[in-house]
């Protein structure tokens, strides 16, 4: 049986819209694989980005803990310092008073001139020489002189020999020492200080672990005081 134009017409367009709904199916299903996909990469990508962006934070992060840490060691290190710097200085200012203090003793002839003797007997006991030149202030020449009988006795009581000593008359110490005196033996080769200024270094050098503590108070980080 032949179909009439118009069936022929009818079939075309139910094929036509047969084909054009595949077709817009098709189109949304490549729309939604397209969307899934387009969603999953920029998903990927955030993330990456994202762990990007926290490594670097969490870089400049450790950074600057770095840099806090090293100023904060640099101040206290400072700190430090200064401290140590003000204690020294106070330390100081004690030494120079026991020097000012020192720069009276003359002043007392009778307490000075027993501690000449010892001075004296004292160097000549580590010279051990028997001709030894004393050099002094020239405002204690006179009274040196007048005590070299005593320490000569003295020295010979104790170590049983004779000794020559003299007063160097051409070369005295600075005006402004304490007092003390200095002993010179085997032609200058051989010199002991034995000034006041002299003894108060030593007994510093050998007290300073007690002068601070006694200052400061006991140093908790410090094991040995020697």
Partial sequence: MA?????????IKHMMAFIEQEAN???????????????????????????KIMEYYEKKEKQVELQKKIQSSNMLNQARLKVLKVREDHVRNVLDEAR???????????????????????????LVEPQV???VRQADKGLVEGLLSKAQASYKAKI???LQLK???ENFLPAETCGGVDLVAAKGRIKICNTLESRLELIAQQLLPQIRTALFGRNPNRKFTD
């Fill in 3 to 11: 179909l009439s134009d118009a069936d022929v017409q009818k079939q």
């Fill in 25 to 51: 199916e098709k189109a949304e299903e490549i729309d939604a694989k397209a969307e899934e996909e387009f969603n999953i990469e920029k998903g990927r990508l955030v993330q990456q980005q994202r762990l």
């Fill in 100 to 126: 000012k203090r020192l720069a009276e003793v003359p002043n007392n002839k009778e307490l000075y001139s027993e501690l000449l003797v010892t001075l004296i007997v004292q160097a000549l006991f580590q």
């Fill in 133 to 135: 030149t004393l050099r």
């Fill in 160 to 162: 049983s020999k004779d």
């Fill in 167 to 169: 007063v160097d008359n």
